[in-house]
């Protein structure tokens, strides 16, 4: 009986440290769930996460696709200048976000941009030589306009710590990219780029 007894003490002062080690948030919708103190648990993530970093993945897709197209079609230097440093920023973006996903325990987007992005490129894919370059800034300018909102919005109201700090040290460089774009803007097509 005295054996018994002291079982049951010990479960009783073991079930304490095993609830600690099992944080787990009451909240169902939340993507920072962890099974131990240390390590992520793989989870789901919330709707507003989802749609972050579906948005987030199709317009970094979309600056790089639209400046690979400047590459070939553009016989303009500032341009082609400016749409490599799209695409070496925006793969690098992409590499970070990926990887804060991954450190979240969270998938990454499907590697297909939102209709709205598609429809861009295409349209770009089929400009004329006249008419390429400001297609391709107004381009640019409408999509660090989109991913600065994005981003910004993510950055103050986002809830997943890895994804939040994600935006915040991405959106200085948005915001630099869209300064560049309206100076090229200027240069391209005297300010009036149209789409």
Do not use: C, W
């Not at 079982?7 to 909240?27: E, M, R």
């Not at 590459?71 to 990926?98: C, P, Y």
């Not at 103050?156 to 869209?178: R, V």
């Amino acid at each position: 009986m005295k054996l018994l007894s002291l079982i049951a003490v010990a479960a009783l002062a073991a079930t304490p440290s095993l609830a600690q080690d099992q944080k787990i948030q009451k909240d169902p919708g939340s993507t920072t769930r962890t099974g131990t103190d240390s390590q992520p648990m793989k989870g789901k993530a919330s709707k507003a996460t989802q749609s972050f970093a579906t948005a987030a993945a199709s317009g970094n897709t979309l600056e790089v696709e639209s400046s690979r197209i400047a590459l070939e079609k553009s016989q303009n230097q500032d341009v082609k200048s400016f749409a490599q440093m799209m695409i070496d920023d925006h793969t690098k973006v992409g590499e970070q976000m990926k990887s804060a996903l991954e450190t979240a325990g969270l998938p990454a987007p499907a590697d297909k941009m939102m209709p709205k992005h598609q429809d861009l490129v295409d349209k770009l894919k089929q400009a004329g030589a006249n008419k390429f370059d400001g297609q391709y800034v107004a381009v640019q300018l409408k999509a660090h306009d989109e991913a600065i909102n994005l981003f910004s919005d993510y950055a103050k109201n986002g809830d997943n710590a890895e994804l939040k700090q994600f935006a915040q040290a991405t959106l200085p460089s948005l915001e630099k990219h869209k300064d560049l774009a309206e100076d090229l803007r200027s240069k391209v097509v005297g300010g009036s780029a149209t789409q």
